[in-house]
């Protein structure tokens, strides 16, 4: 009996198929559907040529994200052309033809092969691809036939109570399916939005940060008020309790809300840039390496990297060695034996630190930055020198100059004849008897 009722239903399916394929209307449809895709392919060729920005950026690395952009809703025209004009011709054909079976078929394909190609093309995180593939596409098509309403009554009536709250089936997967729909899109908007803020080079560094900041700032908190609707929490009674958990947490969330505003406060006073050198209070330093709303990044010599809370550049001293200018001055001691000529001495080490090509010198240089050599004190064994020199960033790393000019200079008073001095004492042995040596 199940099988001759299965082959009855499938005989009535392939008589209504047929005389669906006898009805002029059917191919009247037909016709209409290829017009409005070959009007559509025209259509969008013919505006991503009267406006450049449209053309398909593909492959070209050095384009900017406001072309990436116009290149990706360039190759959207055609099915958002075809959906647009597929979605008035439901109605058309309904009207004049008395049916619109075959278009309305054409609009649902042509919408989901549409969120194919976006999910394929634009979204990179596996679970919420994976999310929009498998339940965000077969959703759509649920609306799209009128199966959806049906559907969510039956998962509306599968809850659970727990005191005043209630869970079900349809609000989890609303959350679900909406929560990463949100997040997706507030990740790429940020990521999009800061790239285009960074490639701003009218806007100093500083600025372009503080605006990146404040946009990923502003992103999320939107996203958030947005996912708290979707949930179906009432914003209202939640200022109010926020109000009274705010004033708790606030005394105890003083360090981050602190070190968020000095961040804030660094980037727009200017005191400290990537690449700045910094030496804190209590010894430590390096190169600027980050910079972020709650701390900086140092990076040592040693490949260290210290996280300084940013209300220690507010709050604290430190010193910035290349803030206004990148040029340092440093000093080298060394010692000569008394006797010798220390003014020929002088003119020698002048001409051997300044031959370093780091070493800022010449007839062109200031006379104040050329190197200079000066005694220093007299010493118990012999004269204490030393020469300052100006170069160019600090003085350790791959700039480390101290090291090669001791080597050098120890080398010039060699060839020249001048001794580096040794400890020396003077002993004398007296008589005890009649107290004379």
């Known amino acids: 009996m199940d ?29 209409l559907v290829s017009v409005i895709y070959a009007l559509a392919y025209f259509a969008a060729n013919r505006i991503r040529k009267l406006f450049p920005l449209l053309s398909d950026s593909e492959g070209n690395t050095a384009a900017t994200p406001l072309k990436k952009l116009g290149g990706h809703l360039g190759s959207l025209l055609f099915p958002l052309l075809s959906i647009t004009a597929l979605t008035f011709a439901v109605e058309g054909s309904g009207q004049l033809l008395g049916r619109s079976w075959l278009v309305h078929i054409a609009l649902v394909v042509a919408l ?14 596996d679970f919420i691809a994976f999310v929009f593939r ?4 077969p959703l759509l098509f649920l609306h799209q036939v009128d ?27 609303r959350v679900a399916l909406f929560g990463s729909l949100l997040f997706w899109f507030g990740r790429v908007s940020n990521s999009t939005g800061q790239e285009m803020i960074r490639r701003q080079e009218k806007l ?25 609707q979707v949930m179906g929490i009432n914003l209202t009674a ?9 004033v708790g947490l606030g005394f105890g969330l003083q360090a981050i809300a602190s070190n968020f505003i000095s961040g804030i406060i660094i980037l727009l006073d200017r005191s400290v840039s990537v690449g700045d050198f910094i030496e804190l209070e209590d010894g430590r330093q390096g190169y600027v390496l980050e910079l972020t709303l709650r701390s900086t990044a140092l990076e040592t010599f040693d490949g260290k990297i210290i996280m300084v809370p940013n209300e220690k550049f507010v709050s604290g001293t430190f010193t910035n060695w290349t803030h206004k200018n990148k040029k340092q001055r440093y000093r080298v001691d060394f010692s000569v034996a008394y006797g010798s000529d220390i003014r020929q001495l002088v003119e020698i080490i002048k001409q051997t630190v300044a031959s370093h090509e780091q ?9 104040e930055e ?11 064994s012999g004269v204490n020198m030393f020469v300052e020199f100006w170069m160019e960033g600090i003085d350790d790393g791959r700039n480390r100059v101290g090291g090669d000019l001791l080597l050098m200079i120890y080398e010039a008073m060699r060839d020249n004849g001048f001794e580096i001095p040794f400890p020396q004492r003077e002993v004398r042995i007296l008589n005890e008897q009649n107290g004379k040596v």
């Open 147 to 173: 199966l959806l309403a049906p559907i969510v009554a039956v998962l509306e009536s599968m809850k659970i109570t727990v005191g005043n709250i209630e869970f079900s089936a349809y609000g989890i997967a």
């Open 238 to 246: 939640l200022a109010v309790f926020g109000g009274a958990v705010g």
């Open 204 to 228: 100093d560094f500083r600025t372009r940060e503080v605006a990146a900041k404040l946009l990923e700032v502003a992103i999320f908190a939107v996203i958030g008020v947005l996912l708290l």
């Open 3 to 31: 099988s001759q009722l299965y082959q009855q239903k499938l005989t009535g399916t392939l008589e209504q198929f047929s005389e669906l394929l006898a009805q002029p209307e059917t191919y009247a449809q037909l016709l």
């Open 370 to 380: 050329r190197p200079d050599c000066e005694i220093d004190s007299f010493g118990d």
């Open 134 to 137: 498998w339940i965000g596409m």
């Open 359 to 367: 070493v800022i010198s010449g007839d062109t240089i200031p006379i």
């Open 112 to 125: 989901l092969l549409m969120v194919h190609s976006l999910i394929r093309d634009h979204v990179r995180n």
